[in-house]
């Protein structure tokens, strides 16, 4: 090749082990099936979406005990994420602004979505049976497609308009995940998770948003200002 072909603006996503005990990540399971039990009255099993802590519960999973163990590790991997991205961690402060979990069964899967709400997305894994889904980034531009369509399937490569094919160029890319990992991804990333399978058990996750600020707004303009400079507004009261 006389020419050099030159790839720009990719996404990194961040994927790790957490290393919680299978003990705690039973006692989280158990949590999650109270939960969804106490909800049910609000809950059709039959229907094709999954369900979802923040939609069908609230948001706030985080703030139960069972969940301390991973808590104590997110740190650790929001650093190394900033470190992979070349972000300083010293001038941000960050915060789990939502947390819920996901419990999907057989015909079940999350529709395609992104967090709008936050910078920074995460879904934690405590089981994941065989079939049971497979949680996939989407990308409805994919900028070195010159026709619509060309990269979105291996099958183009099969049938000859393509001599070689790689998830590097493709519109979905599944993602292989395990029970204690964690990945992170900025928040705008449109994803979903497939229909399960899976007729033995539900497929049960947890879902983070994280919202990052400034330290100091001092002389910086990107990024939103520390709470501590933020000032109540209530719009419900009425001084006339």
Not at 27 to 38: C, D, F, G, K, P
Not at 51 to 78: K, N, Y
Request: glycine share 6%; charged share 20%.
């Amino acid at each position: 090749m006389r020419g050099q072909l030159v790839g720009l603006n990719p996404l990194y996503f961040y994927k790790v082990d957490l290393g919680v005990s299978q003990d705690s990540r039973q006692a989280i399971y158990s949590a999650i099936e109270s939960l969804v039990e106490t909800e049910s009255k609000t809950y059709d099993p039959l229907q094709n979406t999954a369900w979802l802590g923040d939609i069908d519960a609230s948001g706030d999973f985080h703030t139960i005990p069972e969940m301390q163990p991973v808590l104590d590790r997110l740190p650790f991997a929001l650093g190394e994420y900033f470190a992979a991205l070349g972000v300083n961690a010293e001038k941000f402060q960050a915060y789990i602004s939502r947390c819920w979990p996901s419990y999907q069964t057989v015909g079940q899967g999350i529709n395609l979505h992104r967090h709008l709400q936050s910078n920074i997305s995460g879904v934690y894994y405590i089981d994941i049976p065989e079939n049971s889904g497979t949680f996939s980034f989407f990308f409805p531009e994919v900028g070195s497609e010159f026709i619509p369509g060309l990269f979105s399937s291996a099958k183009h490569a099969e049938n000859g308009l393509l001599k070689s094919w790689d998830l590097m160029r493709a519109s979905e890319v599944p993602l292989v995940m395990a029970p204690d990992e964690l990945v992170l991804f900025p928040s705008k990333t449109l994803h979903r998770v497939s229909a399960s399978k899976n007729t033995d058990g539900p497929r049960i996750s947890i879902a983070f948003d994280i919202n990052v600020t400034l330290r100091t707004s001092e002389k910086q303009e990107a990024g939103m200002p520390p709470l501590d400079n933020w000032k109540t507004i209530d719009v419900l009261s009425n001084p006339s």
